[in-house]
Nanobody, 116 residues
């Protein structure tokens, strides 16, 4: 039922920018907390950013000031604007939806590679 479809990943040079998108369906989007997580090669999955139904946001210290999470409830879409990208940002980025406190859903992941 619930589907999270991610797009926008790719290869970018250090200092460049990318915008990730995640389109949700099969759930009530406007009342769900949404988030982005990432998993680098050989590392555990980590939180990047979250945004609540009232647009409160949290960011990992490593991305604060460079990344911005936002949502468009009319399009059931959450975005991650990534600026000033660094090689250490290279990872598979996953969209997460939490429609309730006891249910959580994941997208398929999209690859972001920052390299010269």
């Amino acid at each position: 039922q619930v589907q999270l479809v991610e797009s926008g990943g790719g290869l970018v040079q250090p200092g460049g920018s990318l915008r990730l998108s995640c389109a949700a369906s099969g759930m009530i989007f406007s009342t769900s907390t949404m988030g982005w997580y990432r998993q680098a090669p050989g590392a555990q999955r980590e939180l990047v950013a979250t945004i609540t139904s009232v647009r409160n946001t949290n960011y990992a210290n490593s991305v604060k000031g460079r990344f911005t999470i936002s949502r468009d409830n009319a399009r059931n879409t959450v975005y991650l604007q990534m600026n000033s990208l660094k090689p250490e940002d290279t990872a598979v980025y996953y969209c997460n939806a939490r429609p309730t406190t006891v249910r959580s859903y994941w997208g398929q992941g999209t690859q972001v590679t920052v390299s010269s």
